[in-house]
């Protein structure tokens, strides 16, 4: 992984290039201000100081020059400085007017490459930037490991992250941090979580489906739990996606990725909380055993499930981990998943659909989102939408006829499992970038990770 650590330095006064980042606004002042050579400089690359307008700018001497950003984004946001992270020569940077704050996360970020495939040897070497906060260093380098983590897990093909993966990957976390791992898979599943293992059986030797478990922290602090959807590959099972539908089903485990990755900073930087980590990990596949349309399912809980779609098998797996995260007893359920395409219609990628009965928990998240410059959506648990998981034949389907609400249904069903006692939260992530913006390049990516983190923080931290 990128070593964040050596691009973010606290400023001693050590040499450095200034990186001039002005405010449209303030563009014509601030160009009257500067020396012929610099008014000459941006004539000649027809700046006109809009937004992203960018330039190195010459000074006394042939080595001696700085850089120009106009910038119209907010001092709070992350990503105010991120392109220039990416596109400047190699050396060390300072703001020459104020402190970097939070951008100094996109800046480092800007700088992750996914290389598991192919080298980037287009990306230079590293650009350091100073602050004289240095106290944001660690906390930033730890998120940024974060989403670098989410990114890369999320980039990874399916032939190298199945469940076995899966559950290496916070295996690891759990060695790293002296946490308790239990994995139930196997037999164990068909009684003891039998929507997981419905949906998992299909699958090949070796990416058979499990239930990965892991526990941290004094048991007298608040229980908290986090799951996330785990599905490695998503064919759709017998009600086969079509091409198109399924070129993309790598990222079917973003969930997961988001579940470990949150965990991740909950050790790392030891939120005094009692952490339960819940990742269901199976892999949707097509083979005679296949769970089939039609099948009335089990659950942990004692309902019963009849599968219109087996398509529409991430809430399956996730009501058994809910019902196991339940069971503890926690004062707050967070869960991620990619859940459903009816929620990229209706807010896109960059919008999570947040769902939660809990009006306390909604105000604390949308507060932490907006804190963080990582938005969320708030989309209702709408009482009337219930009745369209009625079954003729079962407690509910997992996937009404019709397509309507089809990110609302799904929520609700998820809610069958979670009683009202417990504050719970549902985000529906994309865990993909369709389109590459300043420090967030195309492929696997992070929302809403930030202001989970935050809420997290506010809640529990010291």
Not at 196 to 221: C, D, F, T, Y
Not at 355 to 380: G, Q, S, Y
């Amino acid at each position: 992984m990128t070593d964040f650590a050596a691009l973010l330095q606290p400023d001693r006064g050590q040499p450095a290039r200034d990186l001039h980042v002005v405010h449209p606004d303030d563009w014509a002042d601030w160009l009257a201000a500067q020396p012929a050579r610099v008014r000459s400089t941006v004539a000649a690359h027809a700046l006109t100081g809009k937004p992203g307008n960018a330039a190195i700018l010459p000074g006394d001497g042939a080595e001696d020059w700085s850089a120009l950003l106009v910038c119209n984004e907010a001092e709070t946001s992350p990503w105010r400085i991120a392109s220039r992270g990416a596109a400047l020569p190699e050396g060390t940077y300072r703001l020459a007017n104020g402190e970097p704050g939070a951008a100094i996360l996109g800046w480092a970020l800007a700088q992750h490459r996914f290389e598991r495939y192919r080298k980037d040897d287009g990306a230079g070497g590293a650009r350091v930037l100073l602050t004289s906060d240095p106290a944001r260093i660690e906390p930033t380098i730890r998120m940024a490991q974060a989403i670098a983590k989410v990114r890369d897990l999320v980039n990874l093909g399916a032939s190298d992250l199945g469940p076995a993966e899966i559950e290496a990957e916070i295996a690891a976390l759990a060695d790293a941090h002296g946490a308790t791992l239990t994995v139930t898979k196997g037999r164990e599943l068909e009684t003891g979580y039998p929507m997981i293992h419905a949906v998992g059986q299909a699958a090949a030797k070796g990416r058979e489906p499990r239930l990965i478990e892991l526990e941290w922290g004094n048991p007298a602090h608040p229980r908290i739990a986090i799951v996330g959807k785990g599905v490695a590959f998503d064919s759709g099972g017998l009600d086969l996606k079509p091409a198109a539908g399924m070129r993309l089903m790598k990222k079917d485990m973003g969930g997961a990725a988001h579940a470990i990755a949150l965990a991740g900073l909950v050790m790392a930087e030891r939120l005094p909380v009692r952490l339960h980590l819940l990742v269901p990990a199976v892999e949707n596949a097509v083979s005679g055993n296949a769970f089939r349309p039609g099948d009335v399912l089990a659950t942990r809980k004692g309902l019963t499930v009849e599968n219109t779609n087996t398509d529409a098998e991430g809430r399956l797996i996730l009501g058994d981990a809910l019902t196991r995260a339940v069971e503890g007893e926690p004062g707050l359920i967070l869960n991620f998943a990619t859940l459903t395409g009816a929620a990229r219609v209706a807010l896109g990628p960059d919008l999570p659909p947040l769902f939660t009965d809990d009006e306390v928990l909604a105000a604390d998240l949308a507060a932490a989102a907006a804190a963080e410059h990582d938005p969320v959506w708030r989309l209702p648990l709408w009482d009337g939408y219930d009745e369209m998981l009625k079954s003729d034949i079962a407690d509910m389907v997992n996937a009404p006829d019709g397509g309507f609400a089809g990110a609302i249904t799904a929520a609700l069903f998820l809610r069958r499992f979670v009683p009202r006692t417990i504050p719970w939260a549902h985000l529906d992530v994309f865990a993909w970038r369709p389109t590459a913006k300043a420090g967030r390049p195309k492929g696997g990516e992070a929302y809403a990770l930030r202001a989970t983190w935050r809420l997290l923080k506010d809640r529990y931290g010291n």
